[in-house]
């Protein structure tokens, strides 16, 4: 097994959760995944590929989430997923060579975001940005309520370098409805 735990934070994402796991599973990765209250199927499906199921009473705050997610963890190294994404392309060796000699950076990968409406083909687009999910919990973790953000631990310098993986992302290609139901279920605080 490669020491690094994939960790997933999840709820109601029995559309989403199988291709993400079904990606991860053939490089041998710890996949952890951290429950939210899921109604739907997502647990059952997520024990297809790993008993590192784990709930966790939602909080409102995502960055709380998935830093439990890290403590539940066997490994030190980090590998953060989202159930809408899944694995495109992913160079191991350059993970491990990474991993090795490089563990006070945080290792960022491209992300392929399609966007727009699934009943209209005229209106989707693709873009790639790029992402930090790769990481040694000993030196990072996230601090945020709603868009969490990857944070040196030791008030250090935030050190990134771009690895050749690839993964995939469909957060945003939804239907007029579902995007209102997902920007209702994003609970904002007030300043």
Not at 83 to 108: H, L, Q, T, V
Request: aromatic fraction near 12%.
């Amino acid at each position: 097994m490669i020491p690094i735990s994939v960790c997933i934070i999840a709820k109601n994402e029995e559309a989403n959760i199988e291709r993400c796991l079904s990606s991860l599973a053939p490089y041998g990765f710890e996949i952890v995944v951290v429950d939210t209250g899921s109604t739907d199927r997502t647990k059952e499906i997520a024990a297809k590929y790993t008993d590192r199921i784990f709930d966790f009473e939602w909080t409102d705050n995502f960055s709380e989430a998935r830093n439990y997610s890290l403590r539940m963890a066997s490994n030190n190294w980090i590998f953060m997923m989202d159930c809408d994404e899944w694995i495109d392309s992913i160079d191991i060796e350059e993970m491990n060579y990474f991993r090795k000699k490089m563990p006070e950076y945080a290792g960022s990968i491209t992300r392929k975001n399609i966007t727009g409406d699934p009943g209209d083909t005229g209106s989707t687009n693709i873009y790639n940005d790029r992402t930090e999910r790769l990481f040694s919990r000993k030196h990072y973790y996230y601090t945020g309520a709603i868009h969490e953000q990857l944070t040196p631990k030791h008030g250090g310098e935030f050190k990134t370098l771009l690895l050749n993986t690839f993964i995939g992302h469909t957060g945003y290609f939804l239907t007029p409805q579902e995007q209102a139901q997902k920007a209702k279920s994003i609970t904002v605080p007030i300043c």
